[in-house]
Nanobody
Framework: VHLVESGGGLVQAGGSLRLSCVAS????????MGWFRQAPGKEREFVAA????????RYADSVKGRFTISRDNAKNTVYLQMNSLIPEDTAIYSC????????????????WGQGTQVTVSS
């Protein structure tokens, strides 16, 4: 599975961004898709995940109510809508794929995109 993210950028606090992750190479109907982020000097952390088949979603507590993960089967694309952004959301955001149920552990995801930078100014 090949993953390509887009949609990052610079935004003021309180603003919104929508990240996209296009998947290609193999059927993704059995994969869980996740978004992770890594800020400078910090470990990679789980943000959100969606099961491609049944659309079940999971969120980190830090983004619940502000971020929404969704997917478009026809476009093989997963989205992360980010609203009410705060400076603490600044990080490189990466999408990832794995066979099986969602997990917050990035080690369990076998496929990764290159990442896209999100910077939130105060």
């Amino acid at each position: 599975v090949h993953l390509v993210e887009s949609g990052g950028g610079l935004v003021q606090a309180g603003g919104s961004l929508r990240l996209s992750c296009v998947a290609s190479g193999r059927t993704v109907s059995s994969y869980t898709m996740g978004w992770f982020r890594q800020a400078p000097g910090k470990e990679r952390e789980f943000v959100a995940a969606i099961n491609w088949g049944n659309r079940n979603t999971r969120y980190a507590d830090s983004v619940k109510g502000r971020f929404t993960i969704s997917r478009d089967n026809a476009k093989n694309t997963v989205y992360l809508q980010m609203n009410s952004l705060i400076p603490e959301d600044t990080a490189i955001y990466s999408c990832a794929a794995r066979m099986g149920p969602w997990s917050i552990d990035p080690v369990l995801y076998g496929y990764w995109g290159q990442g896209t930078q999100v910077t939130v100014s105060s």
